[in-house]
């Protein structure tokens, strides 16, 4: 992608699943890459497999203190940062009735006050060195809802809102999109899904299949590259036209 060689990144999230093909991705394109993180394990495995990251630094973006230290440090190891991948995020598939108040906090926290704080924190940079890109990872469950992802949906929900706000006021200085996936094969997702759910799940995408991690990586790459220079205040589907035509509406309660 034209203009990313040289750019400084974080991806928050950056250990595994989507976060992590992104951080690979975006190495790929010779920039300096800093992964936030908040799983030891998983950090410790990244660092393995991506050897050429700037940094790997513990933070639990649902708190704003630990989030500006761990931004520090990352401009601290890059010298500035240019883009933002505010991708972390976490699920618990449960029955809207049995979600508990704890949950439900946990839920909200990590993935949209997590989201505001790692935005906040990158804009103010970023607004002080007079540019950057924002790019947040939503989800098709924020704009039709999924059975037993009530509280995914509305945080993700909020991060569709928040992209939209963010977009508004932080122009023409900082552009921000975000990227609304469908069904991505991750651990997150394979660890809640069984093969017949999984493979049910695919039927009803017209393109047969779950989307790669890489795929939505490509697509970050893009939006933060000069080669997507006029796109902000957008939240791109990409979902193997699986929302196209209400196909949501073939789930089932299972």
Aim: a negative charge; charged letters at 20%; one cysteine or more.
């Amino acid at each position: 992608m034209r203009g990313l060689s040289g750019k400084n990144v974080v991806v928050t999230g950056g250990a595994s699943g989507i976060g992590q093909a992104t951080a690979k991705r975006f190495l790929e394109e010779d920039c300096a890459v800093c992964i936030f993180d908040c799983s030891a394990e998983a950090r410790e495995r990244v660092s393995t497999e991506l050897p050429g990251l700037a940094g790997v630094i513990d933070v639990d973006v649902s708190r704003m203190e630990p989030v500006q230290a761990a931004f520090a440090d990352a401009i601290d190891r890059m010298g500035s940062v240019d883009v933002v991948i505010n991708n972390a995020g976490i699920s618990i598939r449960h029955d809207f009735l049995d979600i508990t108040p704890e949950e439900w906090d946990e839920v909200l926290n990590v993935n949209l006050k997590g989201v505001f704080n790692v935005a906040q924190t990158a804009a103010r940079h970023m607004v002080d060195k007079g540019s950057g890109v924002i790019l947040n990872t939503a989800s098709t469950a924020g704009t039709i809802g999924y059975p037993h992802y009530a509280d995914y949906s509305a945080s993700k929900g909020g991060v569709i809102a928040l992209t939209y706000a963010m977009a508004l006021e932080l122009a023409p200085v900082v552009r921000v999109n975000a990227i609304s996936p469908g069904y991505v094969l991750t651990p997150m997702q394979r660890a809640e899904y069984s093969d017949a759910m999984l493979d049910a799940v695919n039927r009803k995408i017209p393109l047969g299949r779950h989307a790669k991690p890489a795929e939505i990586a490509a697509l970050f790459a893009f939006l933060a590259s000069e080669d997507g220079a006029f796109a902000t205040g957008q939240v791109y589907v990409m979902d193997g036209a699986e929302t196209t035509g209400g196909l949501c509406s073939q789930w089932t309660h299972e």
